[in-house]
């Protein structure tokens, strides 16, 4: 079992930024992939970006490329998510997700944190 728990959430407003981060437990997890996906109210599930569990490989979606960078450090069993530049539509609730499997979908990924609330204002 792999327990996730993602803190750093808040309301800032457009243009600003804000680091999340993801603290892990139980099995090895420096050896698990680990991803963030976001849920804004109405909408489904969508992939962010993804981190290999030595952190030389990312993924990201195409749109937070170039805003927001995934990182870890696997010493403190921790994924970072820092957010730049942030828009109103970044809005979401924002989950932290670990698997085996280097993937971008929801379905792919066992272990869920609970959620942090990210809330950009115009």
């Known amino acids: 079992q792999v327990q996730l728990v993602e803190s750093g959430g808040g309301l800032v407003q457009a243009g600003g930024s804000l680091r999340l981060s993801c603290a892990a437990s139980g099995r090895t997890v420096s050896t698990y992939v680990v991803g963030w996906f976001r849920q804004a109210p109405g909408k489904e599930r969508e992939f962010v970006a993804a981190?290999?569990?030595?952190?030389?490989?990312?993924r990201y979606a195409d749109s937070v490329k170039g805003r927001f960078t995934i990182s870890r450090v696997n010493a403190k069993n921790t994924v970072y998510l820092q957010m730049n530049s942030l828009k109103p539509e970044d809005t979401a609730v924002y989950y932290c997700?670990?698997?085996?499997?280097?993937?971008?979908?929801?379905?792919?990924?066992?272990?869920w944190g609970q959620g942090t609330q990210v809330t950009v204002s115009s």
């Open positions: 981190i290999s569990w030595g952190g030389t490989s990312t």
């Open positions: 997700a670990a698997d085996t499997v280097f993937g971008t979908k929801g379905s792919e990924y066992d272990y």
